[in-house]
């Protein structure tokens, strides 16, 4: 399995049967799509689905309910080619095995609703990783790559570090890393260096650069 990150929330994964790539947001160049055989979207929020990025894509697309309902106002021809999974769904995506996890975005305020999420775990070729999309629920099985949310709205360092700990991968890669200078990024590394356990590694990458 070859995990390539790109701007923002978006990974692309290339396993044994193709390319899927997951949550193109608008922080994200539409390249990251080349040679594409399948997209994810976790949630609706913009930095995770872009529709013009979809637009220039003609591939199968798996999400949300929510999502679909967006895309039909916004771009009813993308909406065409979406398949709408749901927590505890277990599919085939472009050869790869997926599953699908949770079904609720972390908390950004109390006084604001809570909107859908779900994350995936992709497994391919005896190796398995997990985007959480915007949540910190725990796939609830071992993983060998964990895609780790590192700055948001509604995260702080603490808790990025537990939900890594939680997670127990022996590998977790830093995402949803755009709204944090490089400064910060660097003040999370160090965190994440001095607070997780043996055998429980942090990486950092920039966009268009391989785990």
Known sequence: MRITKFGHACVRIEGEGGVVVIDPGNFTDAGALDGADAVLVTHEHADHVHPPHLRGLDVPIWTIAAVKRMLRDEAPDVAERVT????????????TAVE????????????YPRFDNSGYVLESGGASVYHPGDSLTAPGRP??????????????????????????APTSLGIHDCIYSEVGLGMVERHMHNLLPEGQAFERRQPGQDL
Request: hydrophobic share 50%; aromatic share 4%.
């Open 143 to 168: 993983v060998d790559v964990l895609l780790a949310p590192v700055s948001a709205p509604w995260l702080k360092v603490g808790e990025a570090v537990d939900f890594v700990r939680d997670v127990a």
């Open 100 to 111: 699908v996890i949770g079904e609720k975005h972390a908390v950004i305020h109390p006084d």
């Open 84 to 95: 709408v999974v749901r927590p505890g769904d277990h599919l085939e995506v472009a050869g």
